[in-house]
């Protein structure tokens, strides 16, 4: 398609996203090339935009595209996994029994299937982008590669880092932080309307040597990128760091070099107010994870407390599920559980994944994504969505929590192409996709 060639995209509610988001009820999205070029009532879009593309969106609900700020593609072949899996009394068993096996069996080709099955099902959720933390031990150099070949067929925009840890010895080490190094030149090389971005990853503060830390931060700075690593998920997180240098974990990524405003501090469920004092300064951005904490019992971050300090918290799936939609709806549930109050959370969801995630991947990939308005890069999704009440600006979070779903999702287009239309990938071979993806799990579930 012509990059001068505009898709006028018609007939729906348009709800814009970002801060300060409104409805359109009878409203237009205009696309050129892979950017918004013009958005608003209908009647208006159309009169400027008279010689466009028309795709038909009548009945249906346009939004932009959701953004996943922390993700594990590499587990998506572990779905119903048939293994002998020792049952884990806490999270670093957790680790021990069934993530680190896992990442030390994956080979090329399940890194390969694993990135394209769990990108599949995440724009079929919705989500047109995700920061990705990838782990491969025994299969490291170039795996970053493989996974953003993969993205890239299948049409999702990501950011990626491959998870260093001292875990597996010198040799793993050194061989992740040189895949970061080389895979973040590479990405700084791309001319793909911003598809591909990198960062450097690390696994935590506990697998994670002084001269490690201080490795990965010089990377960073040497490529300006931020650094992504979970950060106090545990309280074994905490007490490992203060047995180590007498500092706690942010503390101790301060004094590393690892924080600042590109970089990424998943969960921190058990930072306190001194910790959440470093992130705010530092301006590290902080991504929570509520039904993977949930499931790994490590408690619940306090969300609220982080955004009241003015630190950038936004929503991720932490490789447990392909649903923004979902995590929204327990993000917004878990902290009124928490705080024994129904009050608490009323637009946590709304403020994490529909105007912090935008900001922390525009952030990351370095142009202006996840809302609808001129000049953003145009990943925007179509929903089935005939609400039962009105939809308006004012109660879009009521639709958006007790309304939308992954369900939903009919079309979803990425930098200004659709990927998937009424539910059939353009792009790739889903049905083959999912064999494949059947008959690498079962061989990788017999190795481990």
Same mark, same amino acid.
């Given at each position: 398609?012509?990059?001068?060639?505009?898709?006028?995209?018609?007939?729906?509610?348009?709800?814009?996203?970002?801060?300060?988001?409104?409805?359109?009820?009878?409203?237009?999205?205009?696309?050129?090339?892979?950017?918004?070029?013009?958005?608003?009532?209908?009647?208006?879009?159309?009169?400027?935009?008279?010689?466009?593309?028309?795709?038909?969106?009548?009945?249906?609900?346009?939004?932009?595209?959701?953004? %996943?700020?922390?993700?594990?593609?590499?587990?998506?072949?572990?779905?119903?996994?048939?293994?002998?899996?020792?049952?884990?009394?806490?999270?670093?068993?957790?680790?021990?029994?069934?993530?680190?096996?896992?990442?030390?069996?994956?080979?090329?080709?399940?890194?390969?299937?694993?990135?394209?099955?769990?990108?599949?099902?995440?724009?079929?959720?919705?989500?047109?982008?995700?920061?990705?933390?990838?782990?491969?031990?025994?299969?490291?150099?170039?795996?970053?590669?493989?996974?953003?070949?993969?993205?890239? @067929?299948?049409?999702?925009?990501?950011?990626?880092?491959?998870?260093?840890?001292?875990? %597996?010895?010198?040799?793993?080490?050194?061989?992740?932080?040189?895949?970061?190094?080389?895979?973040?030149?590479?990405?700084?090389?791309?001319?793909?309307?911003?598809?591909?971005?990198?960062?450097?990853?690390?696994?935590?503060?506990?697998?994670?040597?002084?001269?490690?830390?201080?490795?990965?931060?010089?990377?960073?700075?040497?490529?300006?990128?931020?650094?992504?690593?979970?950060?106090?998920?545990?309280?074994?997180?905490?007490?490992?760091?203060?047995?180590?240098?007498?500092?706690?974990?942010?503390?101790?990524?301060?004094?590393?070099?690892?924080?600042?405003?590109? +970089?990424?501090?998943?969960?921190?469920?058990?930072?306190?107010?001194?910790?959440?004092?470093?992130?705010?300064?530092?301006?590290?951005?902080?991504?929570?994870? #509520?039904?993977?904490?949930?499931? %790994?019992?490590?408690?619940?971050?306090?969300?609220?407390?982080?955004?009241?300090?003015?630190?950038?918290?936004?929503?991720?799936?932490?490789?447990?599920?392909?649903?923004?939609? @979902?995590?929204?709806?327990?993000?917004?549930?878990?902290?009124?559980?928490?705080?024994?109050?129904?009050?608490?959370?009323?637009?946590?969801?709304?403020?994490?994944?529909?105007? %912090?995630? #935008?900001?922390?991947?525009?952030?990351?990939?370095?142009?202006?994504?996840?809302?609808?308005?001129?000049?953003?890069?145009?990943?925007?999704?179509?929903?089935?969505?005939?609400?039962?009440?009105?939809?308006? +600006?004012?109660?879009?979070?009521?639709?958006?929590?007790?309304?939308?779903?992954?369900?939903?999702?009919?079309?979803?287009?990425?930098?200004?192409?659709?990927?998937?239309?009424?539910?059939?990938?353009?792009?790739?071979?889903?049905?083959?996709?999912?064999?494949?993806?059947?008959?690498?799990?079962?061989?990788?579930?017999?190795?481990?």
């Amino acid at each position: 398609m012509s990059r001068d060639r505009i898709t006028l995209i018609t007939g729906g509610t348009v709800f814009s996203g970002g801060r300060g988001g409104v409805v359109t009820p009878d409203g237009a999205v205009a696309v050129r090339g892979n950017r918004v070029a013009d958005v608003g009532p209908a009647h208006e879009v159309t009169a400027r935009n008279r010689s466009a593309d028309r795709v038909d969106a009548t009945g249906r609900l346009v939004m932009p595209g959701l953004i %996943n700020a922390h993700t594990h593609l590499y587990s998506s072949l572990a779905r119903g996994l048939l293994a002998e899996i020792e049952p884990s009394a806490n999270f670093v068993e957790q680790l021990e029994h069934l993530w680190w096996r896992l990442d030390r069996a994956l080979t090329e080709d399940d890194v390969r299937v694993s990135a394209a099955v769990g990108a599949i099902d995440l724009i079929r959720n919705g989500t047109t982008t995700i920061v990705d933390h990838h782990a491969s031990q025994t299969a490291i150099a170039g795996s970053l590669s493989i996974v953003a070949e993969t993205l890239s @067929d299948v049409g999702i925009r990501s950011n990626l880092c491959f998870e260093v840890s001292d875990r %597996n010895g010198d040799r793993a080490r050194d061989a992740g932080l040189a895949e970061n190094e080389r895979f973040a030149r590479e990405a700084g090389a791309r001319d793909d309307g911003a598809m591909v971005a990198a960062s450097v990853g690390l696994h935590a503060s506990f697998t994670l040597s002084e001269a490690t830390l201080e490795r990965a931060a010089a990377i960073a700075r040497a490529n300006s990128l931020g650094c992504h690593i979970h950060s106090a998920e545990d309280a074994a997180d905490e007490a490992d760091s203060l047995a180590r240098c007498g500092k706690r974990v942010v503390e101790r990524l301060e004094s590393a070099g690892v924080l600042g405003p590109r +970089s990424i501090a998943v969960h921190c469920v058990h930072a306190d107010d001194r910790e959440r004092e470093i992130l705010k300064t530092t301006g590290t951005m902080v991504v929570h994870n #509520p039904q993977s904490n949930m499931n %790994n019992a490590v408690g619940c971050a306090r969300v609220p407390a982080m955004l009241d300090a003015g630190i950038l918290v936004g929503l991720g799936t932490d490789g447990f599920s392909t649903s923004m939609f @979902d995590e929204m709806k327990v993000a917004n549930l878990i902290h009124r559980h928490e705080a024994r109050d129904p009050r608490a959370g009323r637009d946590l969801a709304r403020r994490l994944c529909i105007e %912090n995630n #935008p900001e922390i991947a525009s952030r990351l990939v370095g142009s202006l994504v996840g809302t609808l308005e001129r000049g953003a890069l145009a990943d925007l999704i179509v929903l089935d969505y005939d609400p039962p009440t009105p939809l308006e +600006s004012a109660n879009f979070d009521g639709h958006l929590l007790f309304g939308l779903s992954g369900r939903c999702v009919e079309s979803v287009m990425v930098n200004g192409a659709f990927v998937m239309r009424d539910r059939e990938f353009l792009t790739v071979d889903a049905g083959a996709v999912a064999a494949r993806g059947r008959e690498q799990a079962s061989a990788l579930w017999r190795r481990m």
